[in-house]
C-alpha cells in the first residue's frame, strides 16, 4: 500500500468533519490526491446502510444488529474505496473508522471487545490508519452543539452515553499511542488545523 489513510475519529459536535475538510483542502493544495470519505458511508450501498443506522424510525435496533451494520457498511467501504485509493498512491481522509464501533458500540453499549476485534480485522481486511486524530471534548459541549430538532438516532442518545463514548477514545488513544494524535477540541477551528498540519509533516518527514 503506497498511500496514507489518515482517519478522524470524536464524539458528536468535536469538529472533527470540519478539520477532515480543512486537511483535504491543505494536502490538495500541496497537489496532493486526496481522498475524503466518512463512515458510516461512502460508496452507496454504505450510504444506504448509514441511512438505516441512523434514521430515528429504527430505535428498535438492537446493539448486536447496529454494530453489525456499521461493519457491513465499513467492509463494502474499505473494499471498494479506501484500499484501491491507497493502491493508487492516493492520500484518504475518513470521517471516523473502525475506533468509532470501539467507542460507541464496545465502550457503550458495551459489547465484547473481543468480538469487535474479531469482525472489524475481517471488515477491514486487516488495514490500520496511519494516523488517527482524536478531536477531544467534553460531551456536554459536543452536544450542545447539535440542535436538538435535527438530532439523529445516536445523536438523541443521553449524556452519560456520550461520556462513556468519549472515555472509550480516550482509553483507545492511550493504548495505541503510536497512531494517535489527540487534538483539543475546545480550541479555535484555525488553532486544530495548525496542530492537525504539524504532526501531518512530522509524520511525513519520519517516512
Ligand atoms: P457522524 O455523525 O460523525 O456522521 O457519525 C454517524 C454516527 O454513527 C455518530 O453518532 C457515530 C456513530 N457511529 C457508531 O456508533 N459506530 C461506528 O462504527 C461509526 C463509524 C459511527
Known amino acids: 500500500m ?3 489513510f489518515i482517519t478522524f475519529e470524536g464524539i458528536e459536535g468535536c469538529g472533527k468533519s470540519t478539520q477532515a475538510k480543512m486537511l483535504k483542502e491543505y494536502l490538495e493544495k500541496l497537489s496532493q ?5 466518512r463512515e458510516p458511508g461512502g460508496p452507496e450501498i454504505s450510504e444506504k446502510i448509514r441511512r438505516i443506522l441512523l434514521s430515528v424510525d429504527n430505535d428498535e435496533m438492537l446493539p448486536e444488529t447496529e454494530m453489525l451494520l456499521y461493519m457491513a457498511s465499513r467492509s463494502q467501504h474499505t473494499g471498494q474505496w479506501i484500499i484501491p485509493a491507497l493502491q493508487k498512491g492516493m ?7 473502525y475506533d468509532s464501533t470501539l467507542a460507541y458500540q464496545g465502550a457503550a453499549r458495551k459489547i465484547d471487545r473481543q468480538i469487535i476485534d474479531l469482525i472489524t480485522r475481517y471488515a477491514t481486511y486487516g488495514l490500520v490508519p496511519d ?4 478531536v477531544d471534548l467534553p460531551a456536554e459541549i459536543g452536544l450542545s452543539r447539535i440542535a436538538a430538532k435535527d438530532a439523529d438516532r445516536m445523536e438523541k442518545e443521553s449524556l452519560s452515553f456520550h461520556r462513556n ?4 477514545f480516550l482509553a483507545i488513544a492511550a493504548s495505541e499511542q503510536a497512531r494517535y494524535v489527540i487534538l483539543d477540541g ?3 477551528i484555525d488553532e486544530i488545523h495548525l496542530d492537525v498540519i504539524k504532526a501531518v509533516e512530522e509524520w511525513r518527514n519520519n517516512q
Open 186 to 188: 475546545k480550541k479555535s
Open 2 to 4: 503506497t498511500g496514507t
Open 33 to 37: 490526491p486526496t481522498l475524503l470519505t
Open 131 to 134: 494516523i488517527t486524530f482524536l
Open 91 to 97: 492520500w484518504v481522509i475518513s470521517d471516523r473508522y
Open 165 to 168: 463514548v468519549r472515555d472509550g
